[in-house]
């Protein structure tokens, strides 16, 4: 979403040329694949990290140019609001100590923003939802300045024709509404990316739909949104009306939302790119000059710009990626799933159970689409966004289980397993793997440890606003220990 556009009006005869571009390009992906020119042997594992940016108190600050000037590094880039950067972390193969070697980089390279971004009293927090956000923090005038992030707002908001409503009903309830697309912005999520051959993408995909549940028991990191509590994982359904496109007339005629879970398993990573283009129009439009079909044609590579455009306006919570690296294209799954933090080694505790947990279940002998409906899957996801550590997930061969039970007793074998396939190195395995465990067993991740901590500081007499700022101030400084959240005190 940072890539810079020039802003531009767009006419009904540059979507019609757009929407024939998108389909020339799916045709050049379809040749690609039947002409096996994918990259399958390199496993490569990357890492998006989107972050806060806060001051001493813990409240939003909107300087995002100013820290990157600071920081002056290509691996950070801008965010939509202007209280968020984003750092992009070099893909690394998925082999022996390769999440010592993450969690020491990434650590490296928040130490060295942190220290730049002091410079000017700003501190980055690594955290699912700011809780010291308030209406005023996500309005128009505090969306980064990128024509991409105005485009983006004019369109979305040109497809809806009204306002957007937030409507979350949670311990508490949150009724708003907004003229732009900038409550977006208060969710700030970690993205995994894994490189996959074009023959183990289905069965990959679809076992990332199936834990996705899971996924967000465990990591849970955002129950607080402009000052209400709500759901544990409040960042899904933020994000899932923050750039709905739809009125509440084209919901109830079945359109799918432009940020989705899906509605089946899939046989191809065709079937997805399939969707986008049969069910979602163009956001951004934009057109480049090449033309897929004469590169074909040459033995060249094409880029698909345009497919890769639309494919990035619809927000799947598991993304298909195609790009091109030295010359050769690749597929790769991105996990969108989780939320930032609570720290670094939180981080790669979950990487490791996702990475873990997908390759075995993507090699079984009878595939988990076969062992669980689609439906089911979505319900887990729903409950887990809602109830985090205590919610009741179905598993096959289980029937409905607290998230912790089912993480204990069936899943976190399996993630060890499939760990040991990739070769990684026994001792991280167990120290991450032991996080997630330790997770379940005192029934606290990031979610739990905000809640707990604001209940303590209103039973001792602080206002809500006042209970949540101190809860940030705290946070933050645990973060930067970088102990588990597990481990966290309860002052």
């Known amino acids: 979403m940072g890539d810079r556009v020039s802003a531009a009006e767009f006419s009904p005869e540059d979507r019609l040329r757009y929407r024939v571009k998108v389909k020339a390009c799916l045709e050049a992906l379809r040749q690609l694949l039947a002409d096996q020119r994918f990259e399958t042997e390199r496993k490569l594992i990357g890492l998006e990290l989107e972050l806060n940016i806060a001051d001493s108190a813990g409240c939003p600050l909107m300087v995002n140019d100013d820290v990157l000037k600071l920081i002056e590094s290509a691996d950070y880039q801008t965010e939509l609001g202007q209280f968020n950067i984003e750092v992009n972390v070099a893909p690394h193969k998925l082999v022996g100590t390769v999440f010592r070697e993450l969690e020491e980089e990434v650590r490296t390279s928040l130490n060295y923003a942190e220290r730049r971004a002091g410079e000017i009293g700003a501190h980055i927090v690594m955290i699912g939802i700011l809780p010291t956000l308030r209406n005023p923090h996500v309005t128009l005038e505090n969306v980064t300045n990128n024509p991409r992030y105005a485009l983006l707002n004019d369109q979305v908001l040109a497809a809806r024709g009204e306002a957007l409503l937030l409507q979350i009903d949670g311990v508490e309830q949150l009724t708003a509404y907004a003229d732009s697309i900038a409550p977006e912005a208060a969710a700030t999520s970690v993205q995994l990316h894994l490189q996959v051959s074009p023959d183990g993408f289905a069965p990959l995909w679809n076992a990332a739909q199936a834990i996705a549940g899971v996924q967000l028991a465990l990591g849970a990191n955002s129950p607080f949104l402009l000052g209400r509590q709500l759901w544990q994982e409040t960042r899904i359904v933020l994000l899932e009306q923050s750039i709905d496109t739809r009125t509440e007339e084209i919901v109830s005629q079945g359109v799918r939302p432009r940020t989705w879970f899906g509605e089946r398993w899939i046989d191809a990573v065709t079937d997805l790119f399939d969707e986008n283009v049969r069910y979602y129009p163009a956001l951004l439009p934009l057109l480049v000059d090449e033309e897929p079909a004469a590169m074909l044609a040459r033995g060249d590579v094409p880029h698909l710009a345009e497919l890769r455009l639309h494919n990035g306006t619809i927000y799947r919570w598991n993304r298909p990626v ?29 990487a490791a ?29 729903r409950t887990a966004a809602r109830h985090g550590l205590v919610a009741e997930l179905f598993w096959p061969g ?40 330790q997770r379940c067993i005192t029934g606290r991740n990031g979610a739990t440890w905000q809640v707990e901590s604001v209940r303590q500081l209103e039973a001792a007499g602080a206002s809500r606003d006042n209970a949540l700022a101190e809860m940030t101030r705290r946070y933050a400084q645990h973060m930067h220990t970088n102990t588990p959240v597990h481990t966290w005190p309860l002052e």
């Open 322 to 350: 195609y790009d091109v690296a030295r010359g050769k294209p690749h597929l790769r799954v991105e996990n969108r799933v989780l939320a930032a933090g609570p720290t670094v080694v939180d981080t790669m505790a979950n």
């Open 353 to 381: 159970f996702y990475y873990g947990l997908v390759r075995t279940l993507s090699e079984l002998d009878e595939p988990i689409s076969a062992q669980m409906s689609f439906a089911a899957a979505e319900e887990n996801f």
């Open 398 to 437: 289980l029937g409905p289980v607290p998230a912790a039970e089912l993480v204990l007793r069936r899943l976190l074998p399996l993630a060890a397993a499939g760990l040991d396939r990739w070769h990684v190195d026994p001792a991280d395995r167990d120290r991450l793997l032991g996080i997630i465990e």
